[in-house]
């Protein structure tokens, strides 16, 4: 499975735009990019997921280069609620093995 | 709704004991893992099922065991062969990979030797 490297912690501040950058070089042409996100003492939550360029849903938005290579994470004007650990991970087709590594710390201040 | 249940949130165990922590689906799901999460870090992979009545071991499968004999249902056991066994262990399941909808998690049992 491609090895996967994102920032430790990141702080922000309500309203604002977060953007999580995960590194991913060694991904393969079959795998998808996903993302979750873990609140204390609770199960992680599934967020979004991409192949390539961008996806957007009601929470989030993936960017993913050409290369696919990295891929941005972007929660837009964070809450208070929003934080949380986010965890970037690399899927493979018929491999049913998902692993995670210790994630983004972020936290979001009034 | 559909989901994962997990039982019980809490669990205390002495040592020497085995215990086995439930997990329960009704989301239809071919595939059911357990993972080991200690405080500060990420999910490590304990064993993993894809069918019924087969399983694999994940990353720590050393002093766990499980088994599948229902499709809505993955119990694992932590062994007194596990020597560090105080975690907090989380359920999952998935339609396959990569699935649409992501993996879904359940809340968690939080085990503590005592």
């Known amino acids: 499975l491609a090895k996967t490297t994102q920032p430790i912690s990141m702080d922000s501040y309500e309203g604002q735009e977060v953007n999580i950058t995960c590194s991913h070089n060694n991904i393969a042409t079959n795998d998808y990019i996903t993302w979750y996100q873990q609140f204390p003492s609770q199960g992680p939550r599934f967020i979004i997921q991409?192949?390539?360029t961008k996806v957007t849903n009601e929470v989030a938005s993936l960017f993913i280069p050409a290369d696919r290579k990295s891929s941005t994470l972007s929660l837009p004007r964070v809450s208070l609620s929003d934080t949380a650990v986010y965890y970037c991970?690399?899927?493979?087709?018929?491999?049913?093995?998902?692993?995670f590594g210790a994630g983004t710390t972020v936290t979001v201040r009034a | 709704d559909g989901g994962i249940t997990q039982s019980p949130k809490y669990l205390f165990r002495k040592e020497g004991q085995n215990v086995t922590l439930s997990c329960e689906q009704n989301?239809?799901?071919?595939?059911m893992y357990w993972y080991r999460q200690d405080p500060g870090q990420g999910l490590r992979l304990i064993y993993y099922?894809?069918?019924?009545?087969?399983?694999q071991k994940g990353d720590i499968a050393e002093g766990y065991s499980v088994s599948r004999e229902k499709k809505e249902s993955f119990p694992l056991t932590v062994t007194s062969a596990q020597k560090n066994p105080t975690a907090f262990y989380l359920c999952?399941?998935?339609?396959?990979?990569?699935?649409?909808?992501?993996?879904?998690f359940g809340s968690g049992t939080r085990l503590t030797v005592v």
């Open positions: 991970l690399v899927l493979r087709s018929n491999d049913y093995k998902l692993s």
């Open positions: 989301l239809n799901h071919d595939a």
């Open positions: 099922s894809q069918i019924v009545n087969d399983f």
């Open positions: 991409g192949y390539k």
């Open positions: 999952a399941s998935s339609s396959g990979t990569p699935s649409p909808y992501g993996y879904t």
